[in-house]
């Protein structure tokens, strides 16, 4: 459950963005929506604590964020949330299983992920370096790299902005597959009006 109460948040200097209460069921996908400037990014970045509120709280599964220290915020951010942008940001200098291997180590996760290569419609692309991938594969690497510790939420900014639209459908169909498998509760920030039908759920932030 990922709850939020009266957040507002204001960045140095700028006006308050003031965000709608919110309740999401474990499991549950979400849609935001809303113009550039809105504030999406920002509720991304306050659900995976990289930023804290100046009111009210967020609170995921019982912990409120920002009760928390910073290193047990590093450790939720690492353990219990998976992060997509709108480009897949693997990192260059490592192969594909080096960049999912990190990402594993990082989240402090005994064993071997369940979730593999096949789970996201790829070969075993293990040994390639991300320029050796198209974008469509480089993405699905990262969809793998933001999934594979089973996290309790995934959030996705603009996840299919650099994308067609046949690309677009494909990865949307394949992001709720992948999670729905997971159990995880999803949250897509996108101003991207095709996306519109998949989800059951909405927020629409206001300009
Ligand atoms: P969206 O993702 O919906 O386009 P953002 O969350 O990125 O919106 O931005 C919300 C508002 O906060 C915008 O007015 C934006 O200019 C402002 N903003 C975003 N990031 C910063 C920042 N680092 N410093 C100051 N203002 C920012
Ligand atoms: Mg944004």
Do not use: C
């Not at 910073?70 to 200098?93: C, F, I, N, T």
Request: hydrophobic share 40%; aromatic share 6%.
């Amino acid at each position: 459950m990922v709850t939020l109460a009266s957040v507002s948040y204001a960045y140095p200097g700028g006006q308050p963005i003031r965000f709608p209460d919110w309740q999401a069921e474990k499991g549950s996908h979400w849609l935001v929506t809303g113009p550039s400037g809105s504030g999406k990014t920002t509720l991304l970045y306050l659900l995976s604590g990289l930023l804290t509120p100046n009111t009210g709280e967020v609170e995921v599964e019982g912990a409120r964020l920002s009760q928390l220290s910073e290193r047990q915020r590093d450790a939720y951010r690492a353990r219990s949330v998976g992060y997509m942008l709108q480009r897949p940001a693997l990192l260059p200098a490592l192969t594909v299983h080096q960049n999912l291997n990190l990402a594993w180590r990082m989240a402090q996760k005994a064993g071997k992920p369940e979730l593999g290569y096949a789970d996201v419609g790829l070969g075993d692309f293990g040994g390639r370096f991300p320029h050796q991938l198209s974008v469509g594969q480089a993405q699905r690497v990262a969809l793998l790299r933001a999934v594979q510790h089973k996290p309790t939420l995934l959030l996705a900014d603009e996840p299919t902005s650099a994308l067609d639209a046949v690309n677009a459908t494909a990865a949307i169909t394949l992001l709720l597959q992948t999670v729905r498998q997971t159990g995880t509760t999803l949250v897509v920030a996108s101003h991207d009006a095709r996306l519109h039908d998949y989800f059951e759920h909405e927020i629409a932030l206001q300009p």
